[in-house]
């Protein structure tokens, strides 16, 4: 069913808009098609992965270094949180030596100039000692399906001289839009992820029996200061101040 809209009319008071009731029944339908189609979306849990770019490796970094594997036909990759640590090469090899507008992009689609998820800047992959720093996110309007997460140095410029070692630390989730099932779906979830928008109080219904384990996080990764009140051992609420947009992630 297409998305029904209310008819406002042209001017107040004209009489050729909508009726309330039939107003009232276009909202109720095109929230119900909504639910429908959300209660039918299934998510793995949360997957936490590493992956390693050895010092050999980092000075061919133009090439697709994929660090999460496809997902299966018809199913994409939530990429929640990634953070990297890199530790230069002992002298007298020393250091990535990169251009300075270079940046090692975290994309789907294999491209070195996409920056899908984000990207971590050069003054990061040149660092003298370890250094550990988030993904500078860049939030892509598409997601494609079936499709690894690579890291890809860009400019197509491999670095000039010296090597370090890259680890990439992720959460993750797969998602399935048509339902079918995903890896773990349908058994015992070890995390779930709840989103919020602009919030300073959410309300938590999980039904878990129990207090779980909460962290909540920013749309950058970064980790907020929240007031927990367990409500009861199948509700919490969540205080934040200021408000504030990003996720919950409990078990």
């Known amino acids: 069913m297409a998305r029904q809209e209310i008819n406002i009319g042209i001017v107040p008071d004209d009489k050729r808009g909508d009726k309330l009731r039939v107003g009232g029944k276009k909202i109720n339908e095109n929230f119900t098609e909504l639910y429908n189609w959300l209660f039918n979306v299934q998510a793995s849990p949360v997957i936490a992965g590493k992956h390693v770019i050895t010092e050999q490796e980092s000075t061919l970094l133009t090439e697709k270094n994929e660090i999460i594997p496809s997902p299966g036909a018809g199913k994409v990759i939530e990429l929640i949180s990634l953070i990297s640590r890199i530790t230069p090469a002992e002298a007298p090899a020393g250091g990535l030596q990169v251009y ?4 090692l992009n975290v994309t789907t689609d294999g491209d070195t100039e996409t ?5 971590f800047p050069s003054l990061f992959l040149m660092s003298s000692g370890m250094v550990i720093q988030r993904m500078t996110p860049v939030f892509s309007t ?4 079936n499709t690894p997460v690579y890291v890809c140095l860009s ?5 000039k001289s010296g090597s370090a070692k890259i680890e990439l630390f992720y959460l993750y989730r797969i ?4 339902g079918t ?3 773990g779906g349908g058994g015992s979830v070890i995390q779930i992820v709840q989103s919020f928008v602009n919030q300073s109080e959410i309300t938590v219904q999980h039904n878990l029996q129990k207090y779980p384990t ?3 996080v920013d749309t950058t ?10 409500d009861s051992t199948d509700q919490m609420v969540i205080r934040l101040n200021p408000a504030s947009s990003g996720k919950i992630i409990y078990s």
């Open 214 to 216: 909460v962290v909540v």
């Open 181 to 183: 099932g995903v890896p």
């Open 221 to 230: 990764g970064r980790e907020l200061v929240a007031e927990i009140i367990h």
């Open 175 to 178: 998602i399935d839009p048509a």
């Open 115 to 119: 920056q899908d998820w984000g990207y």
């Open 142 to 145: 598409q997601i494609f399906e």
């Open 155 to 159: 400019g197509r410029e491999n670095p």
């Open 100 to 103: 300075p507008n270079q940046t």
